[in-house]
């Protein structure tokens, strides 16, 4: 999906009542509330004259010419106030768009602006059940006090060496879970493919194949090894860039029929706000290479067929 971030224009500005709404957090099996919720002053704080107060700043995301999230913020006396000094902030996505690795970018861009602007500090409040604490977190915010279920986090540029050391922590557990995937296929046992992918996850294999869902990524693992055993899938090493991974390796492969795979690849793997992976495309590379010109200058190329792209 081709999702522009960009600042927010003049004539948007009422479009931030309808994100108003989707940011309220709802538990599971909870109704919607009324529309007419935003009414309340309490909620009005938040879009009340937006764009007309020191602090006032909003990133929205574009995708398909249509404004998919926003996230925003203003020094206001709201839930997540720390100080008059202290822009808070609050974060919404159209439904179907949650879960892409989309509010990951907002937040991070919102957060640029500030700092372009001279704010140093950022604050909000979260529900305490609510999966987008771990997006927070991620993004260096820390829990500075907690209600009876709510948390207020701030978020301090100051404090860079908490930050990356968050950013450690957070590459250290994806760089776990994609052990665990590679340790499902060598072990031939399913230790939670539906816990590690998004419902939505869309997986790609080199050679063509797509799977769309965790329900049909663990179709495709089930079946996979009914008819074939890996043999080895070495990581060599991770690169980490913000909501992405990337992991090169070494795989080979043995099918019921005795036919052969092996091949070096690499991952390019999209994590989303609750870190679980929702993309992952696989690249191969023939691991028997060769130099078509070491007989001279007219390339001689193997007769072979590739299996894997």
């Known amino acids: 999906m081709n999702t522009i971030i960009r600042k927010i ?17 709802l538990p599971q099996g909870v109704e919607p509330p009324s529309r007419s919720v935003i009414d309340l002053p309490e909620l009005q704080v938040y879009i009340a004259d937006f764009g007309t107060r020191p602090g006032d700043h909003c990133i929205v995301a574009e995708a398909a010419g249509k404004v998919v999230g926003a996230v925003w913020c ?8 720390i100080d008059n000094g202290t822009p808070s902030l609050a974060i919404s996505l159209l439904p179907e768009y949650r879960g892409l690795g989309i509010g990951a970018r907002l937040l991070k861009a ?9 704010y140093r500090r950022a604050s909000l409040s979260v529900q305490k059940e609510n999966p987008a604490l771990h997006l927070y977190q991620r993004t260096g915010f820390r829990i500075v006090a907690e209600k009876e279920t709510e948390y207020l986090m701030l978020w301090d540029s100051t ?70 055993t890996v043999e080895r899938w070495n990581i060599r090493q991770y690169f980490h ?12 492969c043995v099918m019921a029929d005795g036919t052969i795979q092996s091949f070096d690849g690499l991952s390019l793997i999209r994590w989303n706000e609750v870190g679980q992976i929702c993309f992952l495309q696989e690249f ?4 028997n290479r060769y130099d078509p010109y070491a007989q001279g200058k007219t390339p ?4 072979e067929q590739v299996l894997w792209f």
């Open 74 to 81: 203003r020094i206001m006396v709201d839930y997540g106030h």
């Open 159 to 228: 404090q860079r060496g908490q930050q990356e050391n968050m950013n450690m922590e957070a590459e250290k557990q994806r760089e776990s879970k994609i052990r665990q995937w590679f340790s499902m296929w060598l072990d031939r046992q399913d230790t939670g493919i539906e816990e590690l992918f998004a419902p939505d996850a869309v997986y790609i294999e080199s050679w063509g194949p797509e799977y769309y869902g965790s329900g049909k990524i663990k179709l495709w693992f089930d079946e996979w090894n009914s008819r074939g």
């Open 9 to 25: 224009r003049l004539e948007e500005h009422d479009l931030l009542r309808e994100f108003l709404y989707h940011a309220i957090y």
């Open 300 to 303: 001689v190329f193997r007769e």
């Open 241 to 252: 860039k913000g909501d992405q991974t990337v992991v090169e390796w070494a795989f080979r």
């Open 110 to 118: 919102l957060l640029l602006l500030l700092q372009e602007n001279g």
């Open 284 to 287: 191969g590379c023939n691991e």
